[in-house]
Each structure stands twice: as structure tokens, then as C-alpha cells.
């Protein structure tokens, strides 16, 4: 689904698999961060930003996960698609603080949300460092205001 909302994000559909769930046939917790991670580099790979070789194709790709907080509200039960809600609720020099909904595919359930904060990082060094232009560029539809 690539449906773009009245309000700030975008959703992206992902698969839940047999391996994604627990001895309860629930979504484990862990899978989670996973199955967002889906989404978003779905959403970033559209517009050509992927890793190929081991390397990513934009300086921007290079990040790490600062913070991942999750509520969950209702246990997504068994295999199929779900829908990720996701956007930027904050855009700082070097860091980007996501916001996310996990949903039914009829949107008529918030089965989890949170938020994960993310900082662009030299690929060598490994220290923070500013976004590239072309970046923020990209990342701006989904920037909340």
C-alpha cells in the first residue's frame, strides 16, 4: 500500500511470516523493530536509497538506533499483511525522531505504536554527523508539523 495520509507519514505494507510469531502464534515483541525496519527501508529503497555490496548507496543510510520504545496494544494473532504507520515527528542536524503505528489492514486497529530515534553516523568513524542536503530533501513529506 503507498497511500500517503491527510496527516504526516506514510504507511507501507509488511508481511507477517510463521518465524515472526511466538509459542502463542502472536507477533513476538522482538519482531517489532524488525518488521518496522521492513517498512521504512521499503519506503527509502522507492526512492533509491539501498545497500548493495555491503555498502550503502547514500551517505545517509549510515545510522544506528538510538532509542526504540514500543506499546503495544492489541497482539497481532497469526500471518499476513500489517500495515506500518510511520513519519518524522522531530528532524534535528544529525538525528531524526521517528514516530510509528502498527495497524490492521483495514486501519480500524492501533495493534502497537512508538517511537525510535535514529542519528546519521560517518561510515568510518562511526560519530554523528549532519544529514546531507539531498536527505532532508528526501525525508521532508515526512516531517510532522
Known sequence: MTETLQYAGVIRQVVVHFDDLDPSAVVHNSRY???LERAVSNWFSEHGYTF???RP???DMVVGVREFAITYNVPIRGTGP???HFWIDKLGRSSAVYGFRFLSPD???VYAEGRRVMVKMDFAAGVPV???EEGLALVEPLVRR
Open 33 to 35: 523493530a524488525l518488521l
Open 52 to 54: 548493495a555490496n555491503g
Open 57 to 59: 548507496s547514500n551517505e
Open 82 to 84: 500489517v500495515d506500518v
Open 107 to 109: 486501519h480500524t486497529t
Open 130 to 132: 549532519p544529514w546531507t
